[in-house]
């Protein structure tokens, strides 16, 4: 089998760690699969890919110089490789048959004030023609392919759930490194969020409930990893409405995987209460680590969570909160969410979705003689 893959996104955000979970999956269960990557090129030669076909395609993400140049690259390798896929839903006009598109979440249309009604209007035609063109859609959850199934009903059948999985990487660390890693930081105790700045993920509420925990456990920090969308976001502007002074307030914005899995081996909660997650890997990372998680009660977190989540209503600020500071002070909750933790991220495994993706392709292949 030869794949075209759209490996723009490696190395960035949840699709960058989509893709490679994925293919180390793949590469380990078919090592006679080749795959042309199109992508930054000095990135990618230094990648899983290296030993890979590697092809130029430097077009911004959601620019028209992406529908044409990726058009343009379809038509090219169309008669040379077995299947398609491209791993997010902004795939080019020229779709041939034998593609699968991957389909995260849909954030911009569930919340489309965010986007504009013209970043809204193009996104709509560039899904549309996805789904009609792909020969299949695979989603990350089952909140996902609903959330399709709401405006797409038509293209019901063409959908395949295949959830995601987590890097083996993600792992409890000992006492006296954690210890060390604190100390290194100059950090305290402190609740850990994991995630880009986007107004989607609700940081100004998550601030506003520290605010409140913070007012009884002085010592108390929060640390925030992602990145950053503007000069000035509502994370700076909060801090000061709020008087967050100093160090309470933590901002990392680019950590390698190793700092990342120190940060969620330290931390007493990751908080996560997002308004919208189409899967979610962070609170799964955070588990995978030994670290208790508070998660939004809505869209794909109930799901991907389980029973090893404390739930709180995201829109509700007092809610977060609580939810943050029993999670703290509650000994037996935070062990029983740590093992339940352990025992629900044995689902999601790379190795099982890396097989139900080549099941996919290999329906699309047999479908497109």
Known sequence: MKIFLDARFYNRSGIGRYIEGLYNGIFDDRPDIK???????????????????????????YSLSEQIKGSLLMKKFNKDVDVFHIPHY?????????????????????????????KRSAAGIVLRNALKKA??????????????????????????????????????????NIIAFKKSKG?????????NRKPTKNINRLLEAFSIIKKKYHDLQIIIIGEKFSKIDEVDVLRKQLSLKGDTVKEVIRVSDEELLNYYCGAKVLAHPSLYEGFGFT????????????????????????????????????NIAEGMAKVLIDENLRNTLVQNGFERIKLFNWEKAAKDALKVFEEVIQNNP
């Not at 392919?145 to 993600?170: C, H, M, Q, R, T």
């Not at 939004?296 to 991907?304: D, F, G, Q």
């Open 187 to 195: 950090i305290n105790d402190y609740i850990l969020y994991v995630g």
């Open 283 to 318: 609170p799964l990372e955070a588990m995978a680590c030994g670290c208790p998680v508070v998660v939004s009660n809505i869209s794909s977190l109930p799901e991907v969570c389980g029973d090893a989540a404390y739930y709180v209503d995201p829109y509700n600020v007092e």
């Open 35 to 61: 795959v042309i990557a199109a992508g930054k090129v000095s990135l990618l030669r230094g990648s899983l890919f290296k030993t890979q076909d590697i092809t130029p395609f430097d077009a911004p993400i």
């Open 90 to 118: 902004n795939a080019p006009w020229f779709l041939p048959k034998n593609s699968v598109v991957t389909i995260h979440d849909m954030t911009q249309f569930l919340f489309p004030k965010l986007f504009g009604k013209l």
């Open 135 to 176: 020969g299949r859609i695979i989603t990350d959850s089952e909140s996902t392919k609903k959330d399709l199934k709401n405006y797409y009903p038509e293209f019901a059948g063409k959908i395949k759930v295949i959830y995601p999985g987590i890097s083996g990487n993600f792992k409890p660390l000992s006492d006296d």
